[in-house]
């Protein structure tokens, strides 16, 4: 059965700082997503990766993905308050359901 | 673009009753999947559908069923509502089943007393 991991689940930081979030999975997997969801909302597709090696990125954040290690990353730069939220990881079951991370909540102080 | 629509977005419903959740996938989506967050929770998987049938199946409870139309809109029926059904439900479409981006609904909120 799939597992998936992130860590750490809760994070504070002070506007400005660099940090990562890690998502590690139990098989194999060719498609990793990264969601943001704010308090009570959807969940927001802020990246999708295929392939081993793929990076991307979009302002603040950058995901990349290692399938051999099995792990992604969510990279944050230079974080500010608007970033605050939770951020999931999902993997691709190859079927038809993705299965979650238990997400990173994320908490900027400004 | 046109996205996934959920209907209702919030729904009160107290013990024992029934629910119905509706969901709109993205025109020409034909895969449909349903999950289940609770309070601090991640989503959970429920169920699919795919051309009209299920392929797919997850937790979802014995009380629970659902099926997808000959228009592709699906519908969650839930019977005997417990408290700890109280959570957001979200639908997801897709074009294809398998390896292929999930676009999520904006959710509905139930909320058993």
């Known amino acids: 059965e799939l597992k998936v991991e992130q860590n750490p689940l809760f994070l504070s930081m002070q506007e400005g700082k660099n940090y990562t979030i890690y998502c590690n999975y139990s098989?194999?997997?060719?498609?990793l997503y990264w969601y943001r969801q704010d308090p009570g909302k959807s969940l927001e597709s802020l990246f999708v990766l295929l392939s081993n090696g793929a990076v991307k990125q979009e302002g603040r954040l950058m995901a990349s993905l290692d399938t051999k290690a099995r792990l992604s990353t969510l990279h944050i730069t230079a974080a500010v308050h608007d970033l605050s939220a939770t951020y999931f990881c999902?993997?691709?079951?190859?079927?038809?359901?993705?299965?979650f991370g238990k997400g990173t909540r994320l908490h900027i102080l400004p | 673009a046109a996205g996934v629509i959920q209907s209702p977005r919030h729904l009160i419903k107290e013990k024992r009753e029934t629910a119905t959740l509706k969901c709109y996938p993205i025109p020409r989506h034909d895969t449909v999947y349903w999950y289940q967050q609770g309070p601090g929770q991640d989503p959970q998987f429920l169920i699919s559908f795919y051309e009209k049938m299920q392929s797919d199946k997850g937790s979802i409870p014995d009380r629970f069923s659902a099926q997808q139309f000959s228009d592709y809109h699906s519908e969650l029926n839930m019977s005997s509502l417990e408290l700890g059904d109280s959570a957001l439900y979200f639908c997801?479409?897709?074009?294809?089943?398998?390896?292929?981006?999930?676009?999520f609904g904006p959710g509905t909120r139930l909320t058993v007393t």
């Open positions: 098989t194999t997997s060719d498609r």
């Open positions: 999902a993997v691709d079951m190859r079927d038809d359901k993705i299965i």
């Open positions: 997801a479409s897709s074009l294809g089943r398998g390896p292929y981006e999930q676009y």
